[in-house]
């Protein structure tokens, strides 16, 4: 009788299905069955459409998941798209028959004419399913093979400490609502089948596993990415080094010299326009920020530093001739001087006090030259020992960290 059913469904194509996709699941529709077929026949097709029995344990699903692509990684919404291909199969002794009686090697049916796993992806915004009636193949043995492909953008907690040279771990996490864990069971396997590597994030390693204690069954895929870094590194490390640099040499510029002030304002002001758009590429976290971001604040402060150091000293050795010439009296007009006892030089005076103020200035801009030059090499070996060394853990989801949060278990 269950061939009967299976050769009347195959060939005469009699259900009628309706959407696959609501919310983020995929879900059984309605079988709309002819009205000639009366002999208990619903009865029958009713009991192909619940989870078959296998005794005291669990149905165990054979889940094959092959990635085929990964695309648009959004560091800053923190989501990626991906392409899947998964294979369920299983094993239904109600749709078996005798192959010597009735010889076919293969019997396709409409997925909503049997029993299939709806299938649930956790971390999804969207998922596209490519096949809105995808078809169930079904051998002599009961053995049912089914195919779904999907396109999906899912959240992705992203480890960007060490952006751009950052490594993360994505997983999809994927449920069957309808079952509990007493009867269904997933036995999940994964296969990387990405051709394309022209990619900023490329796809290091796929791993699938079952969570343990699960009320309902489920099984994740863990994609691991990685940042190529070409980008950003072309993008912020090299017009970042480049200001750096320039204000050092600014500094072998002479302190008298009102291009050097100039020069350096307009290297702080460049700086600030530079590190606002920088604030914009990077992503931010609620905890384990990129270093980079710190790396180029303190880039900016020692910019700033650097800068108000050249206008005070300059202000100051500005102020200071002002005062060298006000205390320098000039000569006594029409006062008559005596040839064998000249009286004191005005000029002579002036240049002293200039000369004093002037070589004061510019020991104290050498001695902080070499102070910050000094600083700056430093401050470049303590960002590589972190970038090296540094580690940080992300705060716990709400859900896993609250009291009475977190999946269901048991």
């Given amino acids: 009788m269950a061939l009967r059913l299976l050769l009347h469904v195959a060939v005469l ?26 002999f208990n026949s619903p009865l029958e097709v009713q009991e192909t459409r619940q989870i078959p029995k296998n005794g005291s344990t669990p149905l ?22 991906s392409m899947l291909l998964l294979r369920l199969s299983w094993l239904d002794t109600r749709l078996a028959w005798n192959g010597s009686v009735y010889p076919r090697r293969m019997v396709t049916l409409p997925w909503g004419s049997l029993w299939t796993p709806g299938l649930t992806l956790q971390e999804a915004l969207w998922v596209d399913w490519q096949d809105q009636s995808p078809q169930a193949r079904v051998d002599p043995d009961g053995h049912v093979e089914l195919y779904l492909a999907l396109t999906t953008e899912t959240n992705c907690d992203f480890e960007l400490l060490h952006f751009p040279r ?18 269904l069971e997933f036995q999940p396997h994964v296969v990387n089948e990405i051709v394309s590597v022209k990619r ?5 390693d796929l791993k699938t596993q079952v969570p343990p ?14 940042n190529t870094a070409l ?8 017009p970042g080094v480049a200001l750096l640099l320039a204000d050092m040499c600014g500094g072998l510029l002479p302190l008298q010299a009102t291009e050097r002030t100039a020069y350096k304002v307009t290297l702080l002001l460049g700086y600030l326009v530079f590190h606002s758009s920088l604030v914009q590429a990077l992503p931010s976290s609620s905890s384990c920020n990129p270093l980079l971001i710190y790396y180029f604040t303190v880039l900016l402060l020692l910019l700033f530093i650097s800068t108000m150091e050249t206008v005070l000293l300059a202000g100051l050795l500005a102020r200071g001739h002002l005062r060298a010439k006000s205390r320098s009296s000039p000569a006594m007009r029409g006062e008559r001087q005596d040839p064998g006892h000249p009286g004191p030089n005005p000029e002579e005076a002036p240049r002293g006090v200039k000369g004093s103020w002037s070589s004061w200035a510019e020991a104290a801009d050498h001695t902080f030259f070499l102070v910050y030059v000094t600083g700056m090499v430093c401050s470049q070996f303590v960002f590589a020992g972190l970038w090296m060394w540094a580690t940080c853990k992300s705060y716990p989801a709400p859900g896993v960290a609250a009291p009475h949060g977190g999946q269901p278990r048991l």
């Fill in 13 to 38: 194509r009699l259900g009628t299905t309706q959407p696959l996709v609501q919310g983020l699941g995929f879900r059984e529709p309605a079988v709309a069955w002819p009205s000639f077929f009366h």
């Fill in 60 to 81: 165990l699903v054979d889940v094959k998941v092959f990635v085929s692509n990964v695309f648009n990684v959004d560091i800053l919404r923190y989501t990626i798209s």
């Fill in 166 to 183: 950052d490594q993360s771990d994505c997983t999809l996490s994927f449920y069957a609502l309808s079952n509990t864990a007493m009867e």
């Fill in 200 to 204: 900023e994030y490329v796809v290091r």
């Fill in 213 to 226: 204690q699960q009320l309902v069954p489920c099984f994740q895929v863990t994609l691991r990415l990685q």
């Fill in 231 to 238: 980008k950003a590194i072309l993008a912020l490390l090299v």
